[in-house]
């Protein structure tokens, strides 16, 4: 597990240079004492290991930058990629505060030659506007949302696709979240395109930190969700992190067909390959203690494999790789937890 004594984190992505795997997480002073004011003070840190689980603190990656700026704010999740030419991108959510006080958020890149020392781009290249996004003139949210960008390479060859956390402009209100959509040919520039799910009278407000990967030759989605922030038909579920079965990675995705893979004890899972087996591992934070309160730092890698149709946790311990038992969408370790009234993850 990755945590700090002096601060709260949350979320979080990876990046392999062949060598080490990075850890990129947002954390914030403790010294806040209400862990909701966290994400008004995030900044993006930064760690090393080469096994997944002894890390390595080393220097921040980003943080804030000075008013105005589209992420005068805060800095928030994002993810990490290599450009053919060798460039590492950092793309993240800047967060910034509109004059009627609710938060807007944006997306702006970073570009590096080793990991370690990054340099912002000019401005935001992504922002939510219609007629396929919701923006603050709805006033339907607590926010502006659209954030979390995940970035991975066309499977055809054809530039790259982005991702992004976001709410149609029409729907129920607790069911708008779509997964948003962008183009470019460069990582440089982008397009916005129409996103690549609909909203859903058995969906989510808000389908946070979405990944996309081929597990063991299956597309598959994940995306976080906590049950106050997702139609009533899915708060019995208690998940956290959800799965959705895909065709492709470029979807479209069948929202109505999530599951969960989580419970909310667990938040904002990533998948990851390891290098030295090819066995995938979820990782998560962890995000509500038996006492109810938020608890933050990093999980320890989970392996994951297919239990029929659907991505499960499987037994570590077992020779074959079996599901974990308990670890249904009714039972789990996190049984007798209570949701964490976050308005938003970061």
């Excluded at 969700?225 to 065709?247: E, H, I, K, Y």
Aim: aromatic share 12%.
């Amino acid at each position: 597990m990755f945590d700090l004594p002096g601060s709260w984190v949350w979320d979080f992505w990876f990046a392999d240079d062949g060598d080490r795997y990075h850890l990129f997480f947002l954390y914030a002073s403790r010294a806040l004492q209400d862990p909701d004011a966290r994400h008004y003070r995030a900044s993006i840190g930064h760690a090393v290991s080469t096994d997944l689980v002894e890390w390595t603190q080393v220097a921040d990656a980003l943080v804030r930058s000075d008013a105005p700026a589209f992420d005068d704010l805060a800095t928030w999740t994002g993810s990490t990629l290599r450009h053919p030419d060798g460039t590492w991108f950092m793309f993240y959510t800047g967060s910034s505060l509109a004059p009627n006080g609710k938060n807007v958020q944006r997306i702006g890149y970073a570009t590096s030659p080793d990991l370690t020392v990054w340099t912002k781009a000019r401005g935001p290249v992504l922002e939510a506007r219609g007629p396929w996004y919701e923006t603050l003139e709805s006033e339907a949210w607590q926010d502006e949302a659209f954030r979390d960008p995940w970035v991975f390479p066309d499977p055809d060859g054809d530039g790259w696709h982005m991702l992004v956390t976001a709410r149609a402009p029409e729907g129920p209100i607790d069911g708008r979240g779509v997964i948003g959509h962008a183009w470019s040919p460069d990582l440089r520039t982008w397009e916005l395109r129409p996103p690549l799910s609909a909203p859903s009278h058995h969906g989510f407000g808000q389908l946070e930190v979405t990944q996309v990967e081929v597990v063991d030759g299956r597309p598959v989605l994940i995306f976080s969700c906590l049950a106050d922030q997702a139609m009533p038909s899915r708060a019995a579920t208690r998940g956290g992190t959800w799965a959705v079965p895909a065709g492709n990675v470029l979807g479209p995705f069948d929202i109505d067909a999530a599951y969960p893979v989580t419970d909310d004890s667990f938040y904002v899972g990533r998948l990851l390959r390891r290098r030295d087996d090819g066995r995938w591992m979820l990782f998560a934070f962890h995000h509500t203690g038996t006492d109810g309160g938020f608890v933050g730092g990093v999980s320890d890698p989970m392996p994951v494999g297919w239990d029929g149709d659907r991505l499960a946790i499987l037994d570590a311990a077992a020779s074959d790789g079996v599901p974990m038992s308990g670890r249904s969408q009714d039972e789990s370790p996190g049984d007798g937890m209570r949701e964490l009234p976050t308005p938003f993850s970061a």
